[in-house]
């Protein structure tokens, strides 16, 4: 899963709107900034990807960019005995924090604790990260849309079931599907075409509405086994992943998604703001196919 920074920043300005407005004193104008952190550490991938920046008060204009912290110094020491010093890389977004030790992959049922200083601040958090999942059953290589009117026919939506395994004391999942092409659909085919992609609803969503480009849908669940034909917004290459993450994942999850609004009482960090979790997943590519007759 896509690191989905942009939705964290959105709660954590929330929730600083909230406690000015919950204050019955005059708003100050010295706002102190909050140390804060994006990080999810998935297995058998590498420690990247990290986000370490100041928030910033409602006053100022938003940037991405502007409240990123060039000059951080962090820390991650697993209980497997590895050490990462955390190293800023440069890009257009701002930047990220990534490991030292690029060879080094997250490994499952570690202990992962992390150190974060910056301007006399320190921001400190852990996580342990899951076991492994594997695919009982996965998608097909090829999924052809049956139409609209055959979305909810046992004969189509049975073969959208997948499953993997469950670890013992894991029972919260989140299923990602992502398009990873909304222009090209032909040059997929046998034999190859200039037919272009198109999405699975013309309406989807208002055209006014920003999730109108968004190319990921994500999903809780309690069980594996669900899928359903509402999850694709576009046809063509796509793919499926499923995320079993700690509880500091999870609840991350819960505040986007159901309470929309950031708790500091689910946070995962002690020193400030933002979320340090980890996550196992499992992930196949497939082509979603438009349906007979249609282009």
């Given at each position: 899963m896509p690191q989905p920074h942009t939705t964290i920043r959105t709660l954590l300005l929330l929730f600083v709107v909230l406690v000015v407005v919950s204050c019955?004193?005059?708003?100050?104008?010295?706002?102190i900034p909050e140390l804060t952190i994006e990080a999810t550490l998935l297995v058998d991938k590498p420690i990247t990807d990290i986000k370490i920046y100041w928030s910033q008060s409602m006053r100022d204009s938003f940037s991405y960019a502007a409240d990123m912290t060039t000059t951080a110094t962090g820390l991650?020491?697993?209980?497997?005995g590895s050490r990462h010093e955390l190293v800023y890389v440069s890009d257009s977004s701002g930047g990220y924090y990534r490991s030292s030790d690029t060879a080094y992959r997250v490994q499952p049922q570690i202990t992962y604790n992390l150190v974060v200083q910056d301007n006399g601040r320190t921001l400190t958090a852990t996580t342990t990260s899951p076991p492994r999942i594997e695919w009982i059953k996965t998608l097909p290589d090829t999924i052809t849309y049956p139409g609209k009117a055959n979305e909810l026919n046992p004969a189509f939506s049975d073969s959208l079931k997948i499953y993997w395994t469950i670890p013992q004391g894991f029972g919260e999942f989140l299923i990602g599907v992502s398009c990873l092409d909304?222009?090209?659909?032909?040059?997929?085919?046998?034999p190859p075409s200039s037919e272009p992609n198109r999405r699975v609803?013309?309406?989807?969503?208002?055209?006014?509405?920003?999730?109108?480009?968004?190319?990921?849908?994500?999903?809780?669940t309690l069980a594996s086994g669900v899928f359903y034909w509402g999850a694709f917004k576009w046809f063509g290459p796509h793919e499926v992943t499923v995320y079993c993450g700690d509880i500091n994942f999870t609840n991350w999850f819960k505040q986007v998604q159901f309470i929309r609004a950031y708790n500091p009482n689910l946070a995962s960090v002690t020193g400030g703001l933002g979320t340090f979790g980890s996550a196992s997943t499992v992930s196949k590519r497939f082509f979603f196919k438009k349906e007979i007759g249609t282009q």
């Open positions: 019955g004193d005059p708003v100050p104008d010295d706002y991650i020491t697993g209980s497997d909304t222009l090209r659909y032909g040059e997929y085919l046998t609803e013309l309406d989807d969503y208002q055209s006014t509405s920003p999730r109108r480009f968004e190319t990921t849908r994500i999903v809780y």
